[in-house]
C-alpha cells in the first residue's frame, strides 16, 4: 500500500498536490499529483493510440485478456482489499463482497454477454425488398470517467469493464478523496497484459475532470446532482455524449402484512451499509401504522447492536468517508431534531476513536418538510414515517425529487409488485432492497434528478457505442427507378402507389401493416 502511494508522483511534474486520508483515524496516508492540462492530454492521447489497437481485437480476444486481468486481481485480492478500507474506511468484509465480488462478474458477465448485445442486426426493410440494411456498434473510442469515493473499485474499474469491452479506452479520473484503488488497479491491469494506456486514470481535484471533458469521446460520470448538472451543460457545449448516475433519496414501504423480521433486518443493512454512504440505501421508511411501534422496536434494537470499528475489527461499520460528508449528515440530523424529529439511538458523532466516525441513527416523527426527508443524506441513518395505508406510503415515496431506487416489504409478492411498479424510481425490489445492483442482466439507473442512462443490461454496453447503418443493394441494377433522368409516367406511378399500398385495407395485404 505504502508503496503503491510512493511512486504516483513519479509519473507526473505537477506542482500541485493533494493528501488522501485514512477516515477511521484522520491521518494521510498518501500525497498524490494534480494532473494539469498538458498531462490530461497526453494522457488520453496516449490512450487513444492503445485504443485502436484494443478495438481491432474480436470480443473474445478482449474477454480472454479481460479475464487474465480478472485473475491478477484475484491474485491481489488482498492489496487491493486493503487499499479500499484504508482509503475509503469501509471494512475489509464489505471490500471483498461489495467490491471485488462485483468486479469480477461484471468482468465475466461482459466478457460472455458482449458479443451478444453488440452483434450486427439485420433488418428487413419494409418497403425496399431490394436492400439489406445491418446496424452495427462502434465504440465511441476514449470514455472519461468521472468517479465517486464511495465504491472506489465498483464505480471506477467495474463501470471500465463494459466500456473496455465494447473497444473503448477508459481514462479515470477518481474522487480526490479515494483515488488509490484505481492507482493500483490501473498497475494491474498493464501487469496483466491490458495493452499500456487503456486503462489509465489521472488525479485531482474538480478541475482536473473539468479538463478530462475536453480531450475524451464521451463522459461517465456517478455523483452528486450539483457536480452532474455542470457536467451535462459542459458536454452539451461540445456535443459530447454522458451516462450519468446522480444522487438518490430511497424510500421503503412496509406494509401491514409484511414479514417483520425481514424487514427490519432488510431495512437495517439497506441503511446503513457502507455506513448509509450507498446512492441506492434506504434513507427514508413509510411503516402502516399496524405494526408501526413493533418495527420500530425492532430497529431500534438492530441497529444498537451494530459494530462499528476499523476496517480489520470485526465490525459491521466502517467511519464516515471525509469530514464533508461527515458535517452533512450531522447537519441533517440536527436540523431535523429542531424541527421535531425524535432521535431513538445514535444521532452524534462518535468521540471514541479519531477520524470521521457517526453513529448508527433512527429518526421518527419526521415529516415530509424536512430537510432530511427531501435530501440526500448519504449517512448511517434511517428516518421513519408512520403511514395509515399502502396508498398514502406510495404518495410520500413518490413525493421527491429522486427516483434511484426503492423497496416494498409484504408477503403479498403480487400486490407488492402492483405497488412496486407505481414507484416512480429506476428500481424496485420487493422483500429486498439494493439487490438489483448485482443483477447485470437487468438495467440499472433512476428517472427525475436520479439521472440520465443505465448501467447494466444491453444499454450498460451500447452507451459506449455509436451505431452505424449499412445498406447494400441486393441486385446490382443499373438504375434505380427514381434516380435520373425520372422514366415518363413516375408521377402518377407513384400517385396511384400511395393508393395501393397504404389506403386502408390495402395496406395489410400489401405490407403486413
Same mark, same amino acid.
Given at each position: 500500500?505504502?508503496?503503491?502511494?510512493?511512486?504516483?508522483?513519479?509519473?507526473?511534474?505537477?506542482?500541485?498536490?493533494?493528501?488522501?486520508?485514512?477516515?477511521?483515524?484522520?491521518?494521510?496516508?498518501?500525497?498524490?499529483?494534480?494532473?494539469?492540462?498538458?498531462?490530461?492530454?497526453?494522457?488520453?492521447?496516449?490512450?487513444?493510440?492503445?485504443?485502436?489497437?484494443?478495438?481491432?481485437?474480436?470480443?473474445?480476444?478482449?474477454?480472454?485478456? =479481460?479475464?487474465?486481468?480478472?485473475?491478477? !486481481? *484475484? $491474485?491481489?485480492? /488482498?492489496?487491493?482489499?486493503? &487499499?479500499? @478500507?484504508? #482509503?475509503? +474506511?469501509?471494512?475489509?468484509?464489505?471490500?471483498?463482497?461489495?467490491?471485488?465480488?462485483?468486479?469480477?462478474?461484471?468482468?465475466?458477465?461482459?466478457?460472455?454477454?458482449?458479443?451478444?448485445?453488440?452483434?450486427?442486426?439485420?433488418?428487413?426493410?419494409?418497403?425496399?425488398?431490394?436492400?439489406?440494411?445491418?446496424?452495427?456498434?462502434?465504440?465511441?473510442?476514449?470514455?472519461?470517467?468521472?468517479?465517486?469515493?464511495?465504491?472506489?473499485?465498483?464505480?471506477?474499474?467495474?463501470?471500465?469493464?463494459?466500456?473496455?469491452?465494447?473497444?473503448?479506452?477508459?481514462?479515470?479520473?477518481?474522487?480526490?478523496?479515494?483515488?488509490?484503488?484505481?492507482?493500483?488497479?490501473?498497475?494491474?491491469?498493464?501487469?496483466?497484459?491490458?495493452?499500456?494506456?487503456?486503462?489509465?486514470?489521472?488525479?485531482? =481535484?474538480?478541475?482536473?475532470?473539468?479538463? !478530462? *471533458? $475536453?480531450?475524451? /469521446?464521451?463522459?461517465?460520470? &456517478?455523483? @452528486?446532482? #450539483?457536480? +452532474?448538472?455542470?457536467?451535462?451543460?459542459?458536454?452539451?457545449?461540445?456535443?459530447?455524449?454522458?451516462?450519468?448516475?446522480?444522487?438518490?433519496?430511497?424510500?421503503?414501504?412496509?406494509?401491514?402484512?409484511?414479514?417483520?423480521?425481514?424487514?427490519?433486518?432488510?431495512?437495517?443493512?439497506?441503511?446503513?451499509?457502507?455506513?448509509?454512504?450507498?446512492?441506492?440505501?434506504?434513507?427514508?421508511?413509510?411503516?402502516?401504522?399496524?405494526?408501526?411501534?413493533?418495527?420500530?422496536?425492532?430497529?431500534?434494537?438492530?441497529?444498537?447492536?451494530?459494530?462499528?470499528?476499523?476496517?480489520?475489527?470485526?465490525?459491521?461499520?466502517?467511519?464516515?468517508?471525509?469530514?464533508?460528508?461527515?458535517?452533512?449528515?450531522?447537519?441533517?440530523?440536527?436540523?431535523?431534531?429542531?424541527?421535531?424529529?425524535?432521535? =431513538?439511538?445514535?444521532?452524534?458523532?462518535?468521540?471514541?476513536?479519531?477520524?470521521?466516525?457517526?453513529?448508527? &441513527?433512527?429518526?421518527?416523527?419526521?415529516?415530509?418538510?424536512?430537510?432530511?426527508?427531501?435530501?440526500?443524506?448519504?449517512?448511517?441513518?434511517?428516518?421513519?414515517?408512520?403511514?395509515?395505508?399502502?396508498?398514502?406510503?406510495?404518495?410520500?415515496?413518490?413525493?421527491?425529487?429522486?427516483?434511484?431506487?426503492?423497496?416494498?416489504?409484504?408477503?403479498?409478492?403480487?400486490?407488492?409488485?402492483?405497488?412496486?411498479?407505481?414507484?416512480?424510481?429506476?428500481?424496485?425490489?420487493?422483500?429486498?432492497?439494493?439487490?438489483?445492483?448485482?443483477?447485470?442482466?437487468?438495467?440499472?439507473?433512476?428517472?427525475?434528478?436520479?439521472?440520465?442512462?443505465?448501467?447494466?443490461?444491453?444499454?450498460?454496453?451500447?452507451?459506449?457505442?455509436?451505431?452505424?447503418?449499412?445498406?447494400?443493394?441486393?441486385?446490382?441494377?443499373?438504375?434505380?427507378?427514381?434516380?435520373?433522368?425520372?422514366?415518363?409516367?413516375?408521377?402518377?406511378?407513384?400517385?396511384?402507389?400511395?393508393?395501393?399500398?397504404?389506403?386502408?385495407?390495402?395496406?395489410?395485404?400489401?405490407?403486413?401493416?
Amino acid at each position: 500500500m505504502a508503496d503503491t502511494a510512493q511512486a504516483i508522483p513519479e509519473r507526473s511534474n505537477a506542482t500541485s498536490t493533494f493528501d488522501v486520508e485514512n477516515p477511521a483515524t484522520g491521518e494521510v496516508i498518501a500525497t498524490l499529483p494534480v494532473s494539469g492540462r498538458d498531462e490530461i492530454e497526453a494522457t488520453v492521447n496516449a490512450c487513444r493510440e492503445a485504443q485502436r489497437q484494443w478495438a481491432a481485437l474480436s470480443f473474445s480476444q478482449r474477454g480472454k485478456m =479481460l479475464k487474465r486481468f480478472r485473475d491478477h !486481481l *484475484i $491474485d491481489h485480492k /488482498d492489496e487491493i482489499a486493503e &487499499t479500499i @478500507s484504508r #482509503e475509503n +474506511g469501509k471494512p475489509l468484509a464489505e471490500c471483498y463482497s461489495n467490491e471485488l465480488f462485483y468486479t469480477c462478474e461484471s468482468i465475466g458477465f461482459w466478457a460472455k454477454n458482449a458479443i451478444r448485445f453488440l452483434a450486427d442486426k439485420q433488418e428487413t426493410p419494409r418497403l425496399l425488398k431490394t436492400k439489406k440494411a445491418y446496424s452495427t456498434y462502434k465504440p465511441r473510442g476514449v470514455i472519461g470517467m468521472i468517479t465517486p469515493w464511495n465504491f472506489p473499485l465498483v464505480l471506477t474499474v467495474g463501470e471500465a469493464i463494459p466500456a473496455l469491452m465494447a473497444g473503448n479506452g477508459v481514462v479515470l479520473k477518481p474522487s480526490e478523496i479515494t483515488p488509490l484503488t484505481v492507482v493500483l488497479c490501473c498497475r494491474l491491469a498493464e501487469e496483466s497484459g491490458l495493452p499500456p494506456g487503456l486503462l489509465t486514470y489521472v488525479t485531482g =481535484l474538480g478541475q482536473t475532470g473539468a479538463d !478530462l *471533458i $475536453d480531450f475524451v /469521446d464521451m463522459v461517465s460520470f &456517478t455523483g @452528486s446532482v #450539483e457536480t +452532474g448538472r455542470k457536467i451535462q451543460i459542459k458536454c452539451a457545449e461540445q456535443l459530447k455524449p454522458t451516462t450519468m448516475e446522480l444522487g438518490g433519496k430511497d424510500p421503503a414501504i412496509v406494509c401491514a402484512d409484511a414479514n417483520l423480521e425481514r424487514a427490519v433486518n432488510g431495512c437495517v443493512w439497506g441503511s446503513m451499509t457502507n455506513a448509509g454512504q450507498v446512492c441506492i440505501s434506504i434513507e427514508r421508511a413509510y411503516v402502516h401504522e399496524k405494526i408501526y411501534d413493533e418495527f420500530v422496536s425492532e430497529l431500534v434494537n438492530r441497529v444498537e447492536k451494530l459494530r462499528q470499528g476499523h476496517g480489520h475489527e470485526d465490525t459491521d461499520l466502517g467511519p464516515m468517508t471525509f469530514p464533508k460528508q461527515l458535517e452533512k449528515v450531522e447537519h441533517h440530523v440536527e436540523s431535523a431534531k429542531r424541527d421535531g424529529a425524535k432521535v =431513538l439511538t445514535g444521532g452524534k458523532r462518535s468521540t471514541a476513536k479519531s477520524g470521521y466516525w457517526y453513529e448508527p &441513527t433512527v429518526l421518527v416523527d419526521v415529516t415530509e418538510d424536512m430537510e432530511i426527508m427531501r435530501d440526500e443524506t448519504f449517512g448511517p441513518v434511517i428516518a421513519v414515517r408512520k403511514v395509515k395505508n399502502d396508498a398514502e406510503a406510495l404518495a410520500l415515496a413518490n413525493d421527491s425529487r429522486y427516483g434511484l431506487s426503492a423497496s416494498v416489504w409484504s408477503r403479498d409478492k403480487a400486490g407488492a409488485t402492483n405497488i412496486a411498479r407505481r414507484i416512480e424510481a429506476g428500481g424496485v425490489c420487493v422483500n429486498d432492497h439494493m439487490i438489483h445492483m448485482l443483477i447485470p442482466e437487468v438495467p440499472m439507473g433512476g428517472v427525475k434528478e436520479s439521472g440520465l442512462g443505465r448501467r447494466h443490461g444491453a444499454e450498460g454496453i451500447t452507451k459506449y457505442c455509436h451505431q452505424q447503418t449499412i445498406v447494400v443493394d441486393r441486385f446490382g441494377t443499373s438504375k434505380e427507378p427514381t434516380w435520373y433522368p425520372l422514366p415518363k409516367g413516375i408521377k402518377g406511378m407513384l400517385r396511384r402507389g400511395l393508393n395501393l399500398i397504404y389506403r386502408s385495407g390495402w395496406k395489410n395485404r400489401l405490407l403486413g401493416g
